[in-house]
């Protein structure tokens, strides 16, 4: 491959981001007794399942047990998605499958998120795994965006230079992680407005609005892989 899509999974591959704050509010009531607001979340969305709850913890002054809060925000998750599955983002489907057509494009998943959750998100969007190149989740990193270290982990498992590969990305941390890195970035708007996303290369409403060339030519002129 010479170069590599990179895909977010929530609010990129399909918009999560909704069901994960409600799914939120229902573990601080249930655990803790307190009631927060879905907004509440927002700063945290892209940081990963851990930091996502304690960040929110934190503003109302309560100690939890992260680990037991992330797996109720889980089971609370999956219930929702039962009565509501979601479909791909528009344009996801057919970007992977264009790039599945060309032996020199590369494809990845890169998430904060744990993969027993993200993994039935990603399936139940009509994608398959092993249709991936790389898939790295928060399970195999240490530090979570805005550190760059799950963008740079998954561009050196997939042989390539950062440079030469394209992020999707909905969170202004996670755009921070994949420019930190080194590679290109796409945003797309929905989870926050376009102009908290301005750090990314391009920035659009959605991946249905972007064509196959106009993505490719943003690692145009950059050296192949390393």
């Not at 892209?46 to 939890?64: F, L, N, W």
């Not at 509501?84 to 032996?103: F, S």
């Not at 494809?107 to 027993?116: H, M, Y």
């Not at 376009?194 to 659009?204: H, I, P, Q, W």
């Amino acid at each position: 491959m010479e170069w590599a899509l990179v895909f977010d999974v929530d609010g990129v591959i399909a918009d999560t981001e909704a069901l994960n704050a409600r799914a939120s509010v229902e573990m601080f009531r249930q655990l803790y007794g307190v009631t927060v607001q879905p907004e509440d979340f927002r700063p945290f969305v892209g940081t990963g399942d851990e930091r996502y709850v304690e960040g929110v913890a934190e503003q109302y002054g309560v100690t939890i047990d992260t680990t037991a809060a992330v797996l109720r925000r889980a089971e609370n998750f999956f219930a929702l998605l039962k009565s509501e599955p979601l479909p791909a983002a528009p344009g996801v489907l057919e970007l992977v499958h264009t790039a599945r057509e060309r032996p020199d494009v590369g494809l990845a998943i890169a998430t904060s998120g744990q993969k027993a959750k993200q993994f039935p998100v990603i399936e139940g969007t009509g994608l398959r795994l092993d249709w991936f190149d790389v898939v790295i989740t928060g399970d195999d990193v240490t530090r979570k965006k805005p550190d760059p270290q799950i963008y740079a982990l998954t561009a050196e498992r997939l042989g390539l230079a950062p440079a030469r590969c394209v992020v999707f990305e909905d969170a202004p941390v996670g755009v921070q992680a994949a420019r930190a890195a080194g590679c290109r970035c796409v945003a797309v708007t929905g989870t926050v407005a376009g102009e908290e996303l301005s750090a990314a290369n391009r920035v659009v409403d959605s991946l249905a609005a972007l064509t196959f060339a106009e993505i490719e030519a943003l690692v145009g002129g950059v050296p192949g892989t390393r």
